[in-house]
């Protein structure tokens, strides 16, 4: 079977209901049934609510049991959403049922926090948060707040090596490890190009880069976060202080960012 190409995943912790009776439900089971979950989706398919999300998270974060979020339209169901979460209640194995109801125009989840990713504390930071950060700082102060990004990508990515290498082993893997771990958080999905450990030199390409998306219209390369990244992680990986170049940007017109990760003191001599 075939890989399936990547397709977008929307994070529904944030919903526009677009005028339609949306509402969500925490719901938490007492152990982790998959038969608990049909009966749940039956009850709405019962009333003609239609399912428009279904979300679960770990039982190691809840530690009582399973805890699922639903989304469901109740345009066309003559059912009250405090009637629904009434009968789910009944369902054997669910400890609370608890409902959570449009500001306006939106659904915001507001009863799931903190969230975590792995066994780390997350947040969901959407466009016009990440512009606010990387964009309009640059544009206001220049080259001193690009400096400061791309430290603080080398920092990020010495933590995630920090992290990935308690798990996994070897260079290639830890590059693939990386790898994973950008699209995870929906940052970029980079491919090795070339690893020669020697020199050392390695070539890195990203596609759908967040931050260079940011830039699009600059007439130079735009990444310094992620360029630092690469720099940071790859210079644990060979145990060397490394630098990254942008030669190819998506901000600029190229059809994807490459990086060239050499040592610093060569960087520095050009």
């Given at each position: ?21 949306i509402y969500g439900f925490s719901i ?111 544009e206001r102060f220049g080259s001193g ?126």
């Amino acid at each position: 079977m075939e890989p399936r190409m990547f397709c977008p995943l929307h994070i529904g912790n944030m919903l526009r209901t677009n005028g339609h009776k949306i509402y969500g439900f925490s719901i938490l089971v007492s152990e982790e049934e998959a038969e608990t979950l049909y009966e749940v989706v039956r009850v709405f398919k019962k009333y003609g609510v239609k399912l428009i999300q279904i979300m679960g998270s770990t039982p190691l974060l809840v530690k009582k049991g399973y805890l699922t979020y639903v989304v469901g339209d109740f345009t066309d169901s003559e059912i009250e959403p405090q009637t629904l979460a009434e009968e789910i209640r009944r369902l054997s194995s669910i400890e609370d049922v608890c409902i959570i109801a449009p500001i306006d125009d939106l659904l915001v989840n507001t009863i799931h926090f903190p969230l975590f990713v792995g066994d780390s504390r997350a947040m969901i930071v959407n466009e016009p948060f990440m512009r606010a950060i990387i964009r309009r700082p640059r544009e206001r102060f220049g080259s001193g707040v690009e400096a400061y990004q791309y430290y603080e990508g080398k920092f990020i990515g010495e933590s995630v090596y920090d992290a990935l290498s308690l798990f996994i082993k070897g260079r290639e893997k830890l590059i693939e490890g990386l790898r994973a771990y950008l699209i995870s958080i929906g940052l970029a999905v980079i491919e090795l190009i070339e690893l020669n450990p020697d020199k050392p030199l390695i070539i890195i390409r990203a596609y759908d880069s967040f931050e260079c998306e940011l830039g699009k219209g600059s007439d130079r390369p735009y990444s310094h976060i992620l360029r630092g990244i690469l720099a940071g992680f790859l210079g644990r990986v060979l145990n060397e202080n490394l630098i990254a170049r942008e030669v190819r940007c998506i901000a600029k017109g190229d059809e994807y960012c490459e990086y060239e990760i050499t040592r610093e003191e060569e960087e520095e001599e050009d």
